[in-house]
């Protein structure tokens, strides 16, 4: 896969101009590879007034052990000491994939749990997942089945959950929450995601897309393991919703894609 040529003159910088969010919904620019004045880092992922969750997971009730770093959802949001607050995240995916950082974890930490609800919290999708034995980055990306898909201008809430211990015991765990709305794939954006092909997350990224953004970079990375461009952009990107400590951490995991 070729990434020079078109890259450096999508990557160079993103203007300053950002598209505004009306109801919700972020509304394409018209020229994504024109405007390149500012770098990913300076995009703006904004809250669109959304219900807000949990970006950065403690433990649920005392049976877990202290880690070193919180279990986190790569999602918008904001963080303090104390808590740290998850954004409405974009996608056009009918079926997008959720990224969650892990930390290193007790070998007996390895019984997981994704959830996807919808905004009454009615359960959509739930599955079990063993975690990687090593910390990093993970993805749980929906089956391709049409009771999965999410429909456009619906918002879903999806949870993640380490279990502590003893799987039977499911009232002790760490847990992160965050939303996803899917919004409709439009001709102008489809023309940009063409013309920025293969590396659609700039499109997606200047479009305040977020979950596909992150998407398309990560499964880059992962094919592509060798390229600095990539490498600095996944550092862009992450710094652009304030989780760039994380840019540095493997992606060691990749569930649902077999289904």
């Known amino acids: 896969m070729k990434l020079a040529g078109v890259i450096p003159v999508i990557l160079l910088c993103f203007a300053s101009y950002y598209p505004q969010v009306v109801a919700q919904v972020a509304h394409p620019v018209k020229n994504p590879i024109a405007n390149t004045q500012k770098r990913l880092e300076k995009l703006n992922f904004p809250r669109n007034g959304a219900p807000t969750g949990r970006r950065q997971g403690g433990a649920r009730r005392n049976g877990c052990p202290n880690v070193n770093q919180s279990v986190t959802a790569l999602v918008p949001g904001e963080g303090t000491v104390n808590e ?6 974009l996608t056009v995916s009918e079926y997008p994939t959720f990224w ?8 007996n930490l390895r019984s997981g749990e994704f959830i996807l609800q919808d905004e009454k919290g009615k359960n959509i999708y739930k599955t079990p997942l063993t975690l990687p034995e090593k910390s990093g980055v993970i993805g749980i990306s929906l089956p391709q089945n ?9 918002k879903y809430q999806w949870y993640f959950k380490v279990y ?6 499911t009232s002790d765990y760490y847990y992160v929450k965050a939303w996803v709305q899917k919004v409709a794939l439009t001709p102008n954006l489809q023309s940009q995601l063409k013309a920025a092909k293969p590396e659609e997350y700039t499109a997606y990224a200047v479009n305040q897309i977020w979950q596909d953004a992150v998407t398309n970079l990560a499964d880059m990375r992962r094919t592509n393991s060798g390229s600095s461009v990539l490498a600095q952009d996944w550092i862009g990107l992450l710094k652009a919703v304030g989780l760039e400590e994380f840019a540095a951490a493997p992606i060691v995991g990749r569930y649902g894609l077999e289904r």
């Open 84 to 89: 740290s607050t998850s954004f409405l995240a």
């Open 100 to 107: 969650v950082y892990l930390p290193d974890f007790p070998t």
């Open 146 to 154: 049409p009771q999965y898909a999410l429909q456009t201008n619906n």
């Open 164 to 169: 502590c211990g003893n799987p039977e015991n």
